[in-house]
Structures are given as C-alpha cells and as structure tokens.
C-alpha cells in the first residue's frame, strides 16, 4: 500500500517558468489537500477537494491551480513561479468521518 | 476562525524526563484538536486526536494530551522521553465536521540529550 505519492521529490525553477506538482493516493479517499510548509509558519492550507470535480481554497491559494479529475489525483499548478512560493508542499488525504488525513513525503521547491 | 498557538518553537529534554509540549486554541464553537509529529524529511503522521467524549486523549508512542476547555488548551505530554521522540511537533484544530480545514500551529521542534 503505497499511501500518498508526491512526485518530484526536489525542484527548482526559475522566477516565471511554470511545474505541477504530482499527488497520488491509492487508498480511495474523497478528501485530498495541498498544505505548504515554511520555518515558524507551519502548514498552511493551499486548496482542498472533496472529491472528483470538487476544489475550494484554503488559507493561501493565491498562484496556485488545482483540479480533480479523478479520485486518486489532485495535482497542484503554479502558472508563473516566484521566490515567495519557495516552501515545502505536502500532500495529504483522508477517508470518511473521524479518519486522520494521510500525509505523502513532500516536495522541496525552490524558485531563483 | 479558528487558531492555534504553540509556545516555544524549541523545547529540549534529558531522555528519561517529563515531556511537555504547549497548544493553546482559538475557536468560537467546540473544536476538534490534533497533535502531529513530523520526523526529518518525512510527512506528519498523527499522534492523537480529540474529537467528542474523554477529556484525555492517549496517543501512539506514549504520548497523551488532555483537552480542557476552560484554559482553552490541548497539552501533549509523556512521562519519560526517548531519543527517538525528538522530531517536530504540530497542534491542529478544526470546527468544521468533515474536518476540511485544519489549521496548524507553528511546530515545536523536540530535542532529546542522552
């Protein structure tokens, strides 16, 4: 069971270029999200999902995209990367009810 | 809206003492409450959570927490500290049932000296 993959591992882009960030989840959750995590700030809640076709923002969407067209994938969009948006993003997921969300490894980006 | 605050950013313990780690919340409904721990270059996995019923909440790894309402605040303690404990620690909160919005804390990073 791989739980929740985010794919790259480490990324760094250049002030305008653009990425998406991968998140996958085998565990057939409806609820997925996108946190991103910055010293003495903690996580702080980018967009949400509560299922396919389903996206509302969190705390801080601002330069971020996200769609769901599937239950097992929610990518994250930065369409115009800037040094503000260098953090470490989380992926995490949940099933139903009371069940504590699932986090993945992270991905490292850096913007010059 | 809700938040939380978690006091002190670094807290350093001798292995074998008393752990003792702060959250104090803000939330003008009755919250539900979680503790994190994140070990480097990993994701948070949950330690415990309050939700409804028993005030004091056990955790995985020996870790419990305690909700009490009137102080607005959601410890996260263990009796005796091990090396293996030290990591970053978050408090969370959400009022929403289908917990949709958490809101972290700060973290509180966790050393342990021999």
């Known amino acids: 069971n791989a739980g929740v993959t985010q794919t790259p591992k480490f990324q760094v882009l250049k002030t305008g270029q653009s990425m998406t960030l991968q998140c996958a989840q085998d565990m057939n959750h409806e609820y997925m999200s996108w946190y991103r995590q910055d010293p003495g700030m903690g996580l702080r809640l980018i967009h949400y999902?509560?299922?396919?076709?389903?996206?509302d923002q969190g705390e801080v969407p601002n330069g971020y995209n996200v769609s769901r067209s599937t239950t097992e994938d929610f990518p994250l969009r930065l369409l115009s990367a800037a040094p503000s948006q260098t953090s470490v993003y989380f992926c995490?997921?949940?099933?139903?009810?009371?069940?504590?969300?699932?986090f993945g490894n992270g991905t490292r980006l850096t913007v010059t | 809206a809700q938040s939380v605050t978690q006091l002190g950013s670094h807290v350093s313990v001798s292995e074998g003492a008393l752990v003792l780690l702060r959250c104090n919340y803000s939330s003008s409904v009755p919250p539900y409450l979680f503790w994190y721990v994140q070990y480097p270059n990993q994701g948070l996995q949950l330690l415990l959570k309050?939700?409804?019923?028993?005030?004091l909440v056990k955790g995985i790894n020996g870790f419990e927490a305690e909700f009490k309402k009137s102080e607005t605040s959601f410890h996260l303690t263990k009796p005796s500290a091990h090396m293996s404990d030290a990591a970053e620690y978050f408090c969370a909160v959400t009022v929403n049932t289908g917990f949709q919005k958490l809101v972290f804390g700060t973290g509180t990073r966790l050393l342990v000296s021999p």
């Open positions: 999902s509560v299922g396919a076709g389903i996206t």
């Open positions: 995490a997921s949940r099933g139903e009810g009371n069940s504590p969300l699932h």
């Open positions: 309050y939700t409804t019923g028993a005030t």
